[in-house]
């Protein structure tokens, strides 16, 4: 069976698998169970069968060492977060990525630290000192 790249995004449970295997750059599913099972307790069925199922998708790549199988990601994080930030923006802010930044900057929560953060990071992609 060909594994195939899921378009949409990952649901809450297998975000939550991904960030713990691109946390730990991966591991059996013994390894994962551990590292998941710092947070919240879950049975090691349950681990096997959610990283079988990111297997499938195509956002993990499994190979037999001795009796177990070792996941590792194939989508590097930072891909899909660039992947589910381009989708955010077209469904929700008409593909029009200023609209994204706007309601963001526009966040009464955000601190004027973040805010300066923010304003660094696009002088920075401008080329600008400041």
Known sequence: ?????????????????MNVVWEIGGGTV?????????????????????LKILDKKGYLTSTKVDRS?????????????????????????DATPSALVARLVDDDTLSDEALEEIRNLVNKRLGDGG
């Open 69 to 93: 199988l070792v996941y590792r990601p194939a989508v590097p994080k930072v891909a899909y977060q660039k992947q589910t930030l381009q989708n955010l923006s077209n469904k929700l802010f």
């Open 30 to 50: 013994r390894d994962i169970h551990e590292a998941l099972n710092r947070e919240t307790e879950r049975a090691y069925t349950s681990v096997a069968t959610i």
């Open 1 to 17: 069976m060909r594994k195939h790249q899921d378009s949409g995004t990952l649901t809450e449970v297998e975000l939550e698998f």
